[in-house]
């Protein structure tokens, strides 16, 4: 295990020790509450976890005792940091629950093995004694994929993967590694680069999430374009199921019927856990580079991203911020600051060249092989040209680059003052994209003001273009609203419903990289059909007969 | 329907009217007798069908009656062409049986459905009837994939899926398109180059596969580096199930769970009929360049690919043939030919370079936006220079290309003269690639001495990697070899089970692109494990309870 639980909030994002320097500046949360139309902001602190009841273990002497014959007692814990660390992701709504003390769902016990062998033994004794298992990898989620739901089961135990992390092959030859699944995205990173490659998987969530749980949500990280989603880069898995071990793939490519690695890519849990996979790799690049560039406005940023994509420009991102997003940011990155002349002259020159309100920002990164690193740079500049954009240059790319992981932990400080902040994503055809953008922006600012706690307060609705296909690309859109205190979980489900009937009804997937867990179930038989449903419940009753598997999440019941 | 069945074989490959030129010319032949260790060829012709018995059909008049209902008599057909023509695919087995007269596996009709509406209603007679159903596409599956096999019914129809070939939506602004699945080939890519796309998928078989079977038996074509497989370029399908419709997909990326789209991809036709797909296009490419390389060997070659692709050289082909399948195709070039002062200067020039009869040829192909192409063919150049290798020119790739659909026509006159071929194929990691071309090879140049008809009766085989990826390779097998006329089946048997046994001994997949039919079903459990049957299986009873489709493909019984 490479990051000591101890270091990492229980009931928030990330590290305890980190202090996020925007939550200390006055000016910004001034200016936050004129923009929610909220007369002042609030002082809602989380409760610490000492003053938060948690129910006994709901566990018999003879099934702790049976878990603790497999585990030793050092790995089987449940003491009330470890249980409440493991109730919940990491959503909005799990960290409303977690904030208030609300640990009603809870795990029983936690679980630590450490090989294969043991996961197997775990999973035998829990079908036998009939206790749900929630498998856990970087407990990131933030569609419910990690609830401690017990389903129809009397108990459930949380399988936390982390203490399987070895590396078990890296094979330069063969351009693949293998890992145990419960290894965090830094120290597969650094396996990697010590031998000058890479995965080059980086979600948000990347300092704290693992191998496992990538492959079980079939994520994407903000370089897939070069790299691939998991999907793309997954070539062999090893699946541990109350039927038995499935070992899935390892060819580079095969036409023996249906691709078994497709059903564990996206299982979340609900088919068994992941032990252990094998990973396509990439040369480390020897070239890394991020730009900025503005755009007159989000269409023609759309029109110059789907032509890199049609032309082949080797990006490894296209990131696109529409006009409130980059509105959002240039205040956040201007807020008490005293403008220069220089920044003022910027201004001045954006404003003579029709870059107004409207103006939306991209950064483009190349990363790869010095030469062709330069030619897709060169390619990409002279596409965005064309298309009316400016070049900002390397400083606003690199900016980006540093700050990648460091959105969610925005989130703490403004929960702690009466703000609520969730987010929404999909993907569609570039057919479909632009009013898909327009229709679920406006399905959220209509739900915030529906919520709103007082008149007059609304939301702040930004959305970036963040991966790009051939045939189309992924919205993400965040949503800073004022908080109905006296129902706060009724208003997010209502803000919630809002943007997901819309992302339906608009031809978006109803998620692009976040996974179903239990927040996207109610739409799932929309997007996959009642026969795909089927399916799904049909390999559930081949590999978990029982159901003890992650109950609650991806099958409907 | 785009191509009238008349006007190809029923018992061998493509166009009746086709002569192929290298059969005409005896030098050939006297040559490859050598080769073969035969002392001479043999006259082996096939039969014609007029002196062909084929059992009455076994239809009811009342179930005959029913599906004349649904397609009017047009669309209903059982005279003998049509049985025999849809009899089996175009394996070197089903010749053999087909060049007989051999018709015990034959359909009792064979139904061409218009509509995705007149599929569901024809499923359902079936079902109700206990009918079993060969779905169908251009019929040129070289695993057994189209079989007319009853399994445990009293009786089998094909449903021949040529006449839905509508072209639904051609999307330029998505780089989607939707085609009813029975289209062809050129047919599709003609509808698509005429607004300047293209979906690029060239398998051997394009003049006479279809878009469905393309995604049924989850295929690759030749350029596949570049347009990707099928469960690349696959957005969304519909499948018409003995329990329903199910569509899948639709989207360019989605983390909604497994993927559907991955079960429709080598569903081989056992849970339903593929009626209706949406592609992924591309730009119809501005330049398309093919050059020739000369490696000095095997090796050196793969080294180069794999360096290509670890670099993201953006080839769209790389075709590197071994030193037998090299020194095959040169004798075809120049038998019979007086070579010229020029060809004897040109080889005295190889042999002072060192490329001796280890020497092996490579295909390169670059195709896309010109700067591009220009781009990866200069970069490939380079590299394969580093690795020992000599530019052949664009003349031999054009030749290649021209070329590209023939391979196929060869068999069927070697056929007529004692001389069997069959091609076998498989993928692996590259560091796995270079011992399972010796263990391959060394097992087809084994069983071909063991099943020999005389002493001396010896095998060529050939071997080409035809597709690359980043983690590894495929290798394409050729084996030409004396039929032994007593046992034809039997030696057949005995060859394909030495190729894949050391297939599956030495890492290979037991198919990388031709898919797994009857052929492959004896080594699928070896593959995927038999959890993985299980849930194959699954799939299929939530599908197809009563097993009507497909019987005897993809899932062991």
Redo the contacts between chains.
Sequence with gaps: MSIDHGNIRWNGWGWTAHKDKLAEQDVLWTWLAAELGMPALLATPARPLESVAIAASRLSGAERARLVEILGADRFRDDPFERAFHARGRSYHDLIRLRAGELSVAPDAVLYPRTTEEVQALVAACAEAGIAIVPYGGGTSVVGGVSAIQGRFKSVVTLDMSVMDRIVDI?P????ATFEAGIYGPALEKALLAKNLTLGHHPQSFEFSTLGGWIA????GQGSNRYG?A?DWL?AAKLV?P??????G???????????N??V????GVFGIITEATV????APAASEYYGYLFKDFASGIAAI?RA????V?ATMLRLSDQIETKFYRAFGTLGKNLSFRDRLAQWYLDNRGFDEKACALIAGFE??T??VA?ARL?FQVLAKKHGAMALGEAQGQRWKEGRFHGPYLRDPMMDRGVGVDTFET??????LGALHVAVRDALEGAVRETAPRAGGRGIVGCHVS?S??????LYFTCIFPRQLDGELGQWRTIKKAASDAIIKN??????????GED?LPW?AA???S??I??????K???DPKGIMNPGK?IPG
């Design positions: 094979d030859q063969a351009m693949t949500h079939r994520g994407a989603r999907e070539v199921t039927r038995g071990v499935l070992q899935t390892g060819f580079p490519a095969s036409a023996t019927g249906p691709r078994l497709d059903l890519l996206g299982s979340e396509r790799l990439h040369a789907r994509e049609s032309d082949g080797g790869g092989e030469t062709a030619d390619q993907a569609a055809t570039w057919s479909k991966h296909y051939i045939d189309g690309a992924s031809g978006g997937t109803i998620s692009h990289h976040h996974g179903v996207h799932l997007e996959k059909g026969l795909g089927d399916i799904l419940r049909a390999v009753m081949a590999l991806l």
